[in-house]
């Protein structure tokens, strides 16, 4: 049935996000997460990837995580000459996460885990109400 293949590409796609939210959370945790000597690199943002996955038992497309990388953007220097990781001109080399842009990610994914979660439902409701109409 074909609402059934609809509810298993939306579970894909809650999946994919739930996935994506965890490494949202983990950048904002580590936002002020610095190197502990001037050549020790802070933390570095994390980014998510996605592919098609062609589910060929049940002949439909799901989304998975494709990869976790990276994001090579330069890192912000902080002028801190007291703290540890400082160069020799006092500057400390910052994680290059932004919050504004971790929590603009996070009301992304949370708006595509709520429409996938919305087509779940929907689909449930037709199969129940096609279930009632054939038991009449």
Do not use: C, W
Not at 35 to 52: L, V, W
Request: aromatic residues 4%.
């Amino acid at each position: 049935m074909d609402l059934l293949k609809t509810m298993l590409i939306s579970a894909s796609g809650m999946d994919a996000q739930g996935q994506r939210m965890r490494v949202i959370s983990e950048n904002l945790a580590n936002k002020d997460s610095m190197g502990k000597t001037p050549d020790e690199d802070p933390y570095r943002r994390k980014i998510i990837s996605f592919k098609n996955v062609l589910d060929r038992e049940e002949k439909i497309t799901k989304v998975k995580v494709s990869r976790i990388g990276e994001d090579k953007t330069d890192f912000d220097l902080k002028f801190n000459p007291s703290h540890p990781a400082a160069n020799a001109d006092g500057y400390v080399k910052m994680p290059n996460v932004n919050s504004l842009v971790e929590i603009m990610d996070m009301k992304e994914t949370q708006r595509s885990y709520q429409a996938n979660l919305g087509v779940i439902e929907a689909s449930k409701k037709m199969i129940m109400r096609t279930l009632d109409i054939l038991h009449q």
